[in-house]
């Protein structure tokens, strides 16, 4: 489940990238209930598993628990498996990815600061973002 949108590019193609033909396995033949926000209210969706779902931001609010469901918490009893009880074996538990690389992120650039008046400060802007940025 990728989020919507990428936190370096903000490019919105995190799930739409994803391989259309990866062989997921589990939850065939099931259905998943999606609960989506539209400009109309909120719109439910069934989807036949394996799917992808994307989210967005502000999706996650976060529910505190209350003082009596910490204390009965405390009391429930901890139950721990194995994988051989899950039905897993070691193929099962190998990592499925490989990272290739860590590198930081490129140093940016310092920062401008612009001066003169602000009708002034604008035609700079303006300047620099069609020669420097491209943008227009």
Not at 28 to 37: E, F, H, L, N, T
């Amino acid at each position: 489940m990728p989020g919507s949108a990428g936190a370096a590019e903000g490019s919105a193609s995190g799930g739409q990238t994803a391989p259309s033909g990866a062989a997921w396995s589990g939850g065939a033949g099931k259905i998943a209930v999606v609960a989506r926000d539209t400009e109309w209210g909120v719109e439910t969706v069934q989807l036949p598993l394996p799917a992808l779902v994307t989210a967005q931001q502000g999706l996650n609010e976060p529910r505190y628990p209350s003082l009596p469901g910490i204390m009965k918490a405390k009391r429930k009893p901890l139950r721990q498996l194995d994988a051989a009880a899950l039905g897993l074996d070691a193929a099962d538990l190998a990592p499925r990815t490989e990272r290739v690389a860590l590198l930081p992120p490129p140093v940016r650039a310092a920062g401008r600061k612009l001066s003169g008046a602000p009708a002034e400060q604008a035609d700079q802007l303006a300047e620099l973002l069609q020669r420097e940025a491209k943008l227009f």
